[in-house]
């Protein structure tokens, strides 16, 4: 569709550090919206056509939870799903990039936003807060209630269409934009979280409390994935423990959670990232890739129950 004005009570893009008043004139404050929600989940809303909802999450940042989301969501695309992911991480919004997206153009329809498709046959796609910067190194300054407010609007209003996953890729620890997010998403049941934490012990400390702040909110673990489980040479490919190992599968027993695997470093994919060639093509050819796919067969298998 054309790209027009936001929904009522959104700026045309957001200018972080002001007044957050919408920028159509109509001077309504961003997030007037927030009791819409649940009204939203009951009228079906855009969620409504999404059979699986998933949340990534960390205790802490710099544990590769982007990247894992958006690997689990290619993984899913390769067992043949249709998937989105929602990237709600205002401190880093790092998806677009990383899926060379972040000059894309977000366009409206009747019914909300229409996320950017990443390939070719629109079987991933992609919303995410860094379409929404004017400036893309801006960060967002604002105060809890209005990211929250930010939050609970971009769940109801974007118009994902039938999806059998939506992976939402949320900001590090348990803060305030976490409680939103996850009450915002509660009247959809989503199918649980994956934990993400690396090898050390201070990191699976971290993921602990995100495992007491999942029981508080009543939201399913699906279980811990442990990234940068190792460090996988270019040359030789061998897999070296660059930290320590098996902290994450330790959590995953003591807390009586399913643990999914390992994901290794992948120097080769990192570098490919880093010079904007496409991930969908490189992802395959990593040695990131097969460990993926067994996490996938574990999301799968918690799904199918739940599959009507």
Request: glycine share 12%; hydrophobic share 35%.
């Amino acid at each position: 569709g054309p790209r027009v004005g936001r929904p009522s009570g959104w700026p045309r893009r957001l200018s972080v550090s002001g007044s957050g008043r919408s920028q159509s004139g109509s001077g309504r404050e961003v997030g007037s919206g927030i009791m819409e929600v649940e009204e939203a989940a009951a009228e079906g809303g855009g969620l409504a056509g999404v059979r699986h909802i998933v949340l990534v999450l960390s205790g802490k940042g710099g544990v590769g939870k982007s990247t894992i989301s958006t690997e689990l969501a290619l993984a899913l695309r390769h067992a043949g799903k249709k998937v989105g992911i929602l990237d709600v991480d205002l401190c880093g919004p790092s998806i677009p990039r990383m899926l060379n997206m972040q000059d894309r153009d977000v366009h409206q329809c009747d019914s909300g936003w229409v996320p950017v498709f990443i390939d070719q046959d629109k079987s991933i796609s992609l919303m995410s807060i860094g379409f929404l910067l004017e400036k893309p190194d801006n960060a967002v300054v604002w105060r809890g209630p209005k990211k929250n407010a930010l939050i609970k609007q971009f769940i109801s209003d974007v118009a994902w269409g039938d999806l059998d996953f939506l992976i939402v890729d949320t900001p590090p620890g348990t803060s305030d934009e976490h409680i939103a997010t996850v009450e915002s998403l509660r009247p959809y049941r989503p199918l649980g979280a994956v934990l993400v934490t690396t090898p050390q012990a201070v990191s699976v400390g971290d993921v602990r409390r995100e495992l007491t702040f999942c029981k508080k909110m009543g939201l399913k673990v699906i279980g811990i994935v442990e990234n940068m489980s190792g460090f996988v040479c270019p040359h030789c490919s061998e897999c070296t423990n660059v930290f320590s190992k098996g902290g994450g599968q330790e959590l995953a027993q003591h807390a009586g959670v399913p643990f999914l695997g390992c994901v290794p470093l992948d120097p080769q994919l990192t570098r490919s990232l880093e010079e904007g060639r496409d991930f969908i093509q490189e992802f395959p050819k990593s040695s990131a890739f097969p460990a993926l796919l067994s996490i996938t067969q574990h999301i799968l298998s918690a799904a199918s129950p739940h599959s009507s």
